[in-house]
């Protein structure tokens, strides 16, 4: 079955810098894009960056352009999120998902059960 498990969170101070691992089973990393989101207490899921089932695309929103790189380790199944400076607005718990569409819009069937991240001083 189609598993997919987020580690990596945790305190961390701003400006600092932590990688998220979202690590996958059940289907190859060649049948869909994956995709991170966040969720900050009280508000929707907010869509992060996104890589293609190739590889060779990524997708980033403005929130988080420059400071958010996604990669992913084909051989061993899993993508992260490398977060650098981090500010206390990216306090959330973070989820990964597969994109059906190919990090086009929707298509996020499967998902995480998220890993917590909170930027504080």
């Known amino acids: 079955q189609v598993q997919l498990v987020e580690s990596g969170g945790g305190l961390v101070q701003p400006g600092g810098s932590l990688t998220l691992s979202c690590a996958t089973s059940?289907?190859?990393?060649?049948?869909?894009?994956i995709a991170w989101f966040r969720q900050a207490q009280g508000k929707a899921p907010e869509g992060l960056p996104c890589i293609s089932s190739d590889g060779d695309s990524t997708y980033y929103v403005d929130s988080v352009k420059g400071r958010f790189t996604i990669f992913r380790d084909k051989a061993k199944r899993t993508v992260h999120l490398q977060m650098n400076s981090l500010k206390a607005a990216d306090t959330a718990v973070y989820y990964c998902?597969?994109?059906?569409?190919?990090?086009?819009?929707?298509?996020?069937?499967?998902w995480g059960q998220g890993t917590p991240v909170t930027v504080s001083s």
């Open positions: 059940g289907f190859s990393l060649d049948d869909y894009g």
């Open positions: 998902a597969t994109s059906a569409s190919n990090c086009r819009s929707g298509g996020y069937v499967y």
